[in-house]
């Protein structure tokens, strides 16, 4: 069995050299291709956001919401003037999951607020039905409110999607980030 030699003294200090060398060329070559990522991320964030920003702006987003909501807000006047002549008790209100003063819509109502409350009212209205002897609101109908509905949410769900994607490439901007931020201190040193 031969012994193990030692290297000499000046093999090892290039070993040390090298070694060095080895490891800030692996942190340039990472800084590197880091900020690439980030930039291709950024880039990709910043498009999400401005489709995002351009579909919930656009005339036919803010058209399809205001239908919607000026429909639901009739259906839910027409409901209460039933009320009003007697033709249902005011209870039935909990259908809706809405107070008998909560029938005027405010006007800074937004999307996913008017989306929440379509919902109630269109499950609401099939439950009153099902489970009272009393008659359908009527001019307009809840089948009426529910056309308008269904725009409004189609434009409403790809908007939902376009939020998610922004929301989504932020979180791997912040990320990138931080690596980015790690690297430069390692490079620093």
């Known amino acids: 069995m031969q012994a193990k030699q030692k290297k000499?003294?000046?093999l090892s200090a290039?070993?040390?050299?090298?070694s060095v060398m080895d490891k800030e060329n692996m942190l340039y070559s990472k800084a590197?291709?880091?900020?690439?990522?980030?930039?291709d991320i950024y880039k990709t964030h910043n498009d999400n956001l401005q489709q995002r920003e351009e579909l919930a702006q656009s005339d036919l987003y803010m058209d399809c919401?205001?239908?919607a909501k000026m429909y639901l807000q009739h259906f839910l006047i027409s409901f209460s003037m039933m009320v009003e002549r007697g033709e249902v008790p005011a209870s039935y209100f909990r259908y809706y999951g809405i107070g008998r003063d909560e029938i005027q819509l405010s006007d800074d109502i937004t999307d996913v607020e008017l989306e929440s409350l379509c919902r109630k009212v269109f499950?609401?209205?099939?439950?009153?039905?099902?489970?009272?002897?009393?008659?359908?609101?009527?001019?307009?109908?809840?089948v009426q409110v529910q056309a308008q509905y269904d725009i409004f949410h189609s434009y409403f769900e790809m908007l939902q999607i376009l939020r998610e994607h922004c929301r989504k490439s932020q979180f791997a901007?912040?990320?990138?980030?931080?690596?980015?931020?790690?690297?430069?201190?390692?490079?620093?040193?």
């Open 8 to 10: 000499p003294e000046w």
């Open 14 to 18: 290039l070993d040390k050299q090298i």
């Open 32 to 39: 590197e291709y880091v900020s690439k990522k980030a930039a």
């Open 65 to 67: 919401f205001k239908r």
């Open 123 to 142: 499950v609401g209205e099939d439950e009153r039905i099902r489970n009272t002897d009393s008659q359908r609101v009527f001019n307009p109908s809840s």
């Open 173 to 189: 901007l912040d990320a990138i980030s931080q690596e980015a931020k790690s690297l430069s201190l390692k490079l620093s040193k």
